[in-house]
Nanobody, 122 residues
Framework: QVQLVESGGGLVQAGGSLRLSCAAS????????MGWFRQAPGKEREFVAG????????YYAGSVKGRFTITRDNAKNTVYLQMNSLKLEDTAVYYC???????????????WGQGTQVTVSS
């Protein structure tokens, strides 16, 4: 089992930036991909970005491509989500997740963090 702890959420004005962090511990050797998801009130959880743990290949949802960047630091067992040019519609609880396959489906990820709130104001 992998334990995940997110940090870095907060309140930011539209057009601003935030960086989220996700620290992983436990059986990280079984992890192939790390992902970020988000869930806004009344909406389903949606995929935001993913990165393979070893090779660093990245993939993004169309709504954030060009604005968000996912990176990882293997030495620190930490994944980051740099969010730039934030929009009102980016407001959500952001979750970090670990999985064994290259996927954007939430159900395919096996470990989840507790989430961190990101609020974008006008």
């Amino acid at each position: 089992q992998v334990q995940l702890v997110e940090s870095g959420g907060g309140l930011v004005q539209a057009g601003g930036s935030l960086r989220l962090s996700c620290a992983a511990s436990g059986r990280t050797s079984s992890t192939y991909v790390m992902g970020w998801f988000r869930q806004a009130p009344g909406k389903e959880r949606e995929f935001v970005a993913g990165i393979t743990w070893s090779g660093g290949s990245t993939y993004y949802a169309g709504s954030v491509k060009g604005r968000f960047t996912i990176t990882r630091d293997n030495a620190k067992n930490t994944v980051y989500l740099q969010m730039n040019s934030l929009k009102l519609e980016d407001t959500a609880v952001y979750y970090c997740a670990a999985g064994r396959g290259l996927t954007v489906v939430a159900g395919d990820f096996t470990s989840w963090g507790q989430g961190t709130q990101v609020t974008v104001s006008s």
